[in-house]
């Protein structure tokens, strides 16, 4: 089935540094593909998607593209900054049921940034 | 802005008791969502409610139900609470049917057995 893995965490970085976080993922078909974020004590937000591939999502500074050839969908931000501080999740979409659709989650990253 | 409100943000209860987690949504969604989130396992689907009166089983049914009476709300219960549902509780919403939706995350409730 559909499945989605994420780079183990925690990630500790100093402000103004390069950021990556690995999403991998294993589905059938062409599934869409999101990266949201849990700041400290709030729900999930949508940070970004990408619905086919070779996509690229872009938000607050951080992009992502969707890779088919190599079943990736990895977040980056070229410099982050202390607010950028949270958990991140990659997901998928795993079908619709009844017009609901279904979303797979990785297990999330949490990254500090350090001043 | 939009919301998606959950009744408590911290519950303390006792094994065997019946346990009620509420969630409200402003948004006129018709799809509402409870998911449990745990360190390491990230989010899991417990039930979601594509209508009012209708719901389908996630991939962690066991032990819990849900009630959708009205469109904005959508109920958790946890029918004799268990140590091993000590958790984060999430409910989300999305609109109606398509693709590539957003979905739109209340701010949790983190239940304690004991």
């Known amino acids: 089935g559909n499945s989605v893995t994420q780079m183990e965490g925690p990630v500790t970085l100093s402000e103004e540094a390069f950021l990556t976080i690995n999403c991998t993922y294993t589905?059938?078909?062409?599934?869409?593909l999101f990266w949201y974020v849990q700041y400290p004590g709030e729900g999930l937000q949508l940070l970004l998607k990408?619905?086919?591939?070779?996509d690229k999502g872009s938000n607050k500074g951080f992009e992502a593209t969707y890779r088919k050839e190599t079943t990736s969908f990895h977040l980056e931000k070229g410099s982050v900054q202390v607010s950028d501080s949270a958990v991140y999740f990659c997901?998928?979409?795993?079908?619709?049921?009844?017009?609901?659709?279904?979303?797979?989650f990785g297990q999330g990253t949490r990254l500090t940034i350090n001043p | 802005d939009v919301k998606v409100t959950q009744s408590s943000r911290y519950l303390v209860k006792r094994t065997g008791e019946k346990v009620f987690l509420e969630c409200v949504q402003d948004?006129?969604?018709?799809?509402m969502f409870w998911y449990r989130q745990d360190p390491g396992l990230g989010l899991r689907l417990i039930y979601f409610?594509?209508?009012?009166?209708?719901?389908e089983k996630g991939d962690i049914p066991e032990g819990y139900s849900v009630s959708r009476e009205k469109k904005e709300r959508f109920s958790l219960i946890l029918e004799s609470a268990s140590t091993n549902q000590t958790s984060m509780y999430l409910c989300?919403?999305?609109?109606?049917?398509?693709?590539?939706?957003?979905?739109?995350f209340g701010q949790g409730t983190r239940l304690t057995v004991v």
């Open positions: 989300a919403s999305t609109p109606g049917a398509g693709l590539n939706t957003e979905a739109f």
């Open positions: 589905a059938t078909g062409y599934p869409s």
């Open positions: 948004m006129d969604h018709e799809n």
């Open positions: 409610s594509y209508d009012v009166k209708m719901k």
């Open positions: 990408a619905t086919k591939a070779d």
């Open positions: 997901a998928l979409t795993r079908g619709i049921i009844q017009g609901a659709q279904k979303l797979v």
